[in-house]
């Protein structure tokens, strides 16, 4: 499966931006999906996961109850809505897919090439 992201850009503190990813080769609902970020001189570190119904979803502490990944499998997307943006969410952002692999682990089959998000203080 082949992952583009997009939707990143340059926000102001405390502003919004929701961050698309689109699948193309193979069926959405074969994948656990999810994004990871990573900050310039940081290591990548996991945002959310949520699973191939949307059934289950996941977020990594720094992010939990700001941002809101949801997925549309009849459109074979999935979003990262990301509310009350922080400078320390600067990084770039990339989707991901297993068919098997759910959660923080960075083991995913599938990465998309990633989007740059900026937020300006």
């Known amino acids: 499966v082949q992952l583009q992201a997009t939707g990143g850009g340059v926000v102001q503190a405390g502003g919004s931006l929701r961050l698309s990813c689109a699948a193309s080769g193979r069926t959405l609902t074969r994948y656990h999906m999810g994004w990871f970020r990573q900050a310039p001189g940081m290591e990548r570190e996991f945002v959310s996961a949520?699973?191939?119904?949307?059934?289950?979803?996941y977020y990594g502490d720094s992010v939990k109850g700001r941002f809101t990944i949801s997925r549309d499998n009849a459109k074979n997307t999935v979003y990262l809505q990301m509310n009350s943006l922080k400078p320390e969410d600067t990084a770039v952002y990339y989707c991901?897919?297993?068919?098997?692999?759910?959660?923080?682990?960075?083991?995913?089959?599938?990465w998309g090439q990633g989007t740059q998000v900026t937020v300006s203080s």
């Open positions: 991901v897919a297993d068919a098997l692999r759910l959660g923080p682990d960075q083991l995913y089959d599938y």
């Open positions: 949520i699973s191939k119904t949307g059934g289950s979803t």
